[in-house]
């Protein structure tokens, strides 16, 4: 006996708008729209210098938890990019003097961060004279956070609006 769905035009949407959902969410590594993109912590101290770098990371819905990085050190995650709200990162940076501290935002899903993302990879480089992040396509560190700053000063000071 075969059965005949008499809503068969609301099931189909129904079903078409879960799959894009599950697409734009990116729940399924499969058939992600988006991939991962991976943030990097990197300590960049001098080599003779024992600085240790306390690292905390988070998102509106994530926390990275707190993580001490020595010299040379790197912290790194990835996350997928949000379909309905933009995706932003920050991170606080601080050494255990008061001259090193810094809250600042790492990622977010702007025309500025796309410049910067090197296949969906971000690279901070935190020195002593204040954070740069890694231009793949000028080949260089570019000095972009003094310390001291504020992930809302950052946001202004890079023109970005997300």
Known sequence: MVTTITRSPLLLLQVLLATVA???????????????????????????????????????NDDRGHVDLGVGKEFTWRFKLNAFRP?????????????HHATFVVYAQNFKFYYWIHKNNIYWHV????????VFQEHQDVYVIPWGSTAEDTIMDLGTTS
């Open 127 to 134: 020195k002593d004279d204040g954070i740069y992040v890694h």
């Open 22 to 60: 599950t697409l734009l969410a990116g729940t399924s590594s499969a058939f992600s729209l988006w991939p991962y993109q991976h943030v990097h912590i990197v300590n960049q101290f001098p080599a003779d210098d024992d600085t240790v770098l306390h690292v905390h990371c988070f998102s509106r």
């Open 87 to 99: 995706t932003r990162w920050r991170c606080e940076v601080y050494a255990d003097d008061t001259n």
